[in-house]
């Protein structure tokens, strides 16, 4: 098979474990080499490879590795990056490379679509008997939520130090805290409690992300769930808003006091949000034992909405209380389509509505089981 070349993760590579000595969790330069190895005997040996490298591996390779590593940086053989995915997706889009890594890229499918349509140009690799192979790396679609969730991620380990997946650290994420040094400028920004989460230092101590001084623990934050506003016709997302949990909230096109105008100039929505009703929807978040449970809630608007689930899709009634799942979405007139993100992990600015102008941004009563027949369906 001709092929263009390859664009190669090589922190990826030379972190698997998967790759001899089996089983050993340390980056090795060696392995990089049986990866070199291998495409050269599967595509030819003047087939060219292109090195992209985080930076932080120049730190975490053993004295040795660190002496090769600078051999092939005078030799101009590899380059480096703060975050090496960004650069080597784009060379492989630009010049039609193929892709040597493991990473599925979750959190960079928005930015680069065409993974999930090309997933025959990334290849991972497997070893047995004593022999490298380059194969598919088994890239297939994701939903817009594990994307979402995918980036919330990366900037909460790369930007606090903060890994969601650890027990200790969903601790931190899961309550507010104060700076109570007086010479910060943060805590004399936010006296009552920080803004945002702390960073954890290399003790794994929660300190300031301003001063660096130990932080105060306050009570649990809310849970709300956000959700992300795109053009149906285009898919481009142009809104997020959360709800929190306890909390109702309508979404229309025009000056709703407790709610969300999809219509304001603040959004810069296309035009074929005019097919939304001024009263349109009705979003509340409910306490579950699995996390905040949500329900949708047509109010009697002119175009309808549709739920789509399944791959089948379905108008709602109007007034029809309906549960909204993290595989669904709402269509809204036709126009617009309505879904949960995968964002779990919150500030107070992002539980925070946007500045809609006149739009809204009050929250309204949460919706009990006898209030649906109740609710005033009058023109939209």
């Known amino acids: 098979m001709r092929v263009a070349g390859a664009v190669v993760d090589v922190s990826n590579v030379c972190w698997s474990d998967a790759l001899p000595p089996a089983g050993r969790h340390f980056p090795l330069l060696e392995r990089l080499f049986l990866v070199r190895d291998a495409w050269h005997r599967q595509f030819g040996e003047h087939t060219s490879l292109t090195l992209v490298a985080d930076d932080s591996l ?30 080597l997706l784009a060379l492989a889009e630009e010049h039609g490379l193929h892709v040597i890594s493991r990473d599925q890229f979750t959190d960079l499918r928005n930015a680069f679509p065409w993974i999930q349509r090309s997933p025959g140009r990334f290849l991972s690799w497997s070893a047995g008997d004593g022999t490298v192979r380059l194969e598919p790396s088994g890239i297939r679609p994701i939903s817009p939520h594990a994307v979402s969730r995918a980036l919330e991620g990366k900037v909460l380990k790369f930007e606090q130090h903060l890994d969601h997946r650890d027990p200790a650290h969903r601790k931190v994420l899961g309550h507010h805290w104060r700076c109570e040094n007086p010479d910060c400028l943060k805590a004399r920004y936010w006296p009552d409690r920080l803004h945002d989460w702390p960073l954890l230092n290399r003790g794994g101590t929660p300190v300031c992300g301003g001063c660096h001084s130990a932080v105060r623990q306050l009570g649990p934050r809310t849970r709300p769930r956000s959700f992300v506003v795109a053009d149906l016709r285009t898919g481009e997302e142009y809104l997020r808003f959360p709800v929190g949990e306890g909390d109702a909230l309508e979404v229309g096109r025009g000056e709703l006091r407790h709610g969300i105008n999809l219509g304001s100039d603040a959004v810069n929505a296309p035009s074929e949000v005019d097919r939304v009703s001024r009263r349109h929807l009705m979003l509340s978040v409910q306490s579950g034992s699995g996390g905040p ?88």
């Not at 120049?58 to 660190?66: A, C, I, K, S, V």
């Not at 909405?305 to 549960?323: A, F």
Request: a positive charge; hydrophobic letters at 35%; aromatic letters at 2%.
């Open 58 to 87: 120049r730190r975490q390779l053993g004295p040795t590795d660190q002496l090769r590593l600078r051999q092939l940086e005078r030799d101009r053989a590899i380059r480096f990056a703060p975050m090496a995915d960004p650069v």
């Open 293 to 380: 449970q949500v329900t949708a809630v047509d109010l009697d608007s002119a175009n309808g909405t549709v739920l789509e689930r399944g791959g089948t899709s379905r108008p709602l009634k109007p007034g029809e209380q309906q549960s909204f799942g993290v595989n669904d979405r709402l269509l809204l007139g036709g126009a617009v389509s309505i879904r949960l993100s995968g964002q779990r992990h919150f500030s107070d600015e992002q539980q925070a509505l946007p500045r809609l102008g006149t739009a809204g941004g009050g929250h309204t009563r949460l919706l009990g089981p006898g209030d649906i027949a109740a609710l005033d369906l009058g023109p939209n």
